[in-house]
């Protein structure tokens, strides 16, 4: 069973065409980069996922339950979200609360803890600040913490109600290089772990897209430019087209990085570190 099926979505908004025939399918042991310029449809295909908006024509499938056919509020539960607008409010409404409360709010995804929580939660929020690197940091309050820290704090969050997919919507949004990679080698241990939900890490800023990514889905204009595994998506020619200016990839390991050529470059000379696609 897929564990996310997005199926011919199109999404139209006063007579404009925002969405156009998007179709992908996320299946267990995959991660998933969603890539694209701003304005390619990338917030909005997150809408259509979580149900917050609903696609003009088309379907959405989490787990095997069809939006319009099930309670999205229990389809949402196994829905885990991190994200810049995220950490904002959480430092507006919860910062002064300690690190091991804001990951156990998780358990209800609430900002902040409203609920009496039983002992094998607690047990769980502190093995996700060990996991994440972060069990020094428990009794600290959240604004204390560096940016790097507390998207690390917000992802510990997201995995408190263990869900099967885990939207990672630009979480590097105002890091600096250092606090960056931080998070992004947290994501990557977590990722490859054998309890790890399915990512889909949304960005435009190809360096982030861990090596744990299976495949990537790149948008342009609202409709899909390419999908599939990630060596196949991620080359000269189709980021060329979705960024809209001509680049030059170069692998190391794993992990990608672009060069944006000047006037009269081509892509061809391109020195590449990597090796040859996994079998």
């Given at each position: 069973?897929?564990?996310?099926?997005?199926?011919?979505?199109?999404?139209?908004?006063?007579?404009?065409?925002?969405?156009?025939?998007?179709?992908?399918?996320?299946?267990?042991?995959?991660?998933?980069?969603?890539?694209?310029?701003?304005?390619?449809?990338?917030?909005?295909?997150?809408?259509?996922?979580?149900?917050?908006?609903?696609?003009?024509?088309?379907?959405?499938?989490?787990?095997?339950?069809?939006?319009?056919?099930?309670?999205?509020?229990?389809?949402?539960?196994?829905?885990?979200?991190?994200?810049?607008?995220?950490?904002?409010?959480?430092?507006?409404?919860?910062?002064?609360?300690?690190?091991?409360?804001?990951?156990?709010?998780?358990?209800?995804?609430?900002?902040?803890?409203?609920?009496?929580?039983?002992?094998?939660?607690?047990?769980?929020?502190?093995?996700?600040?060990?996991?994440?690197?972060?069990?020094?940091?428990?009794?600290?309050?959240?604004?204390?913490?560096?940016?790097?820290?507390?998207?690390?704090?917000?992802?510990?969050?997201a995995l408190m109600s263990?869900?099967?997919?885990?939207?990672?919507?630009?979480?590097?949004?105002?890091?600096?290089?250092?606090?960056?990679?931080?998070?992004?080698?947290?994501?990557d241990a977590m990722a490859k772990?054998?309890?790890?939900?399915?990512?889909?890490?949304?960005?435009?800023?190809?360096?982030?897209?861990?090596?744990?990514?299976?495949?990537?889905?790149?948008?342009?204009?609202?409709?899909?430019?390419?999908?599939?595994?990630?060596?196949?998506?991620?080359?000269?020619?189709?980021?060329?087209?979705?960024?809209?200016?001509?680049?030059?990839?170069?692998?190391?390991?794993?992990?990608?990085?672009?060069?944006?050529?000047?006037?009269?470059?081509?892509?061809?000379?391109?020195?590449?570190?990597?090796?040859?696609?996994?079998?």
């Amino acid at each position: 069973m897929a564990i996310l099926s997005v199926s011919d979505v199109t999404w139209i908004r006063n007579q404009q065409t925002i969405l156009d025939g998007v179709s992908f399918e996320v299946q267990e042991g995959q991660h998933w980069a969603l890539i694209g310029l701003n304005g390619s449809g990338k917030t909005s295909l997150l809408q259509m996922i979580t149900a917050y908006q609903w696609p003009t024509r088309g379907q959405v499938c989490v787990l095997g339950q069809r939006y319009g056919r099930v309670d999205v509020r229990e389809v949402r539960k196994r829905i885990g979200w991190v994200s810049y607008a995220l950490l904002q409010r959480v430092e507006r409404d919860a910062g002064s609360d300690p690190v091991i409360d804001v990951i156990a709010s998780g358990t209800f995804s609430s900002i902040g803890l409203w609920e009496r929580l039983e002992p094998e939660h607690w047990e769980r929020a502190h093995a996700l600040a060990e996991k994440l690197g972060l069990r020094h940091l428990g009794s600290r309050p959240f604004h204390t913490l560096s940016q790097g820290e507390k998207q690390r704090v917000l992802i510990a969050r997201a995995l408190m109600s263990e869900p099967a997919l885990l939207i990672l919507d630009e979480p590097c949004t105002a890091l600096d290089v250092r606090a960056r990679e931080d998070v992004l080698n947290s994501l990557d241990a977590m990722a490859k772990g054998p309890d790890a939900p399915a990512l889909l890490y949304v960005t435009h800023h190809i360096e982030e897209i861990l090596p744990a990514i299976t495949h990537v889905l790149a948008l342009e204009g609202g409709r899909v430019a390419a999908c599939g595994e990630k060596r196949t998506v991620l080359t000269d020619d189709v980021l060329s087209r979705v960024f809209h200016v001509p680049v030059r990839t170069v692998w190391q390991g794993d992990r990608v990085f672009l060069t944006v050529l000047t006037p009269g470059e081509t892509a061809e000379p391109s020195v590449s570190a990597a090796p040859s696609a996994p079998r």
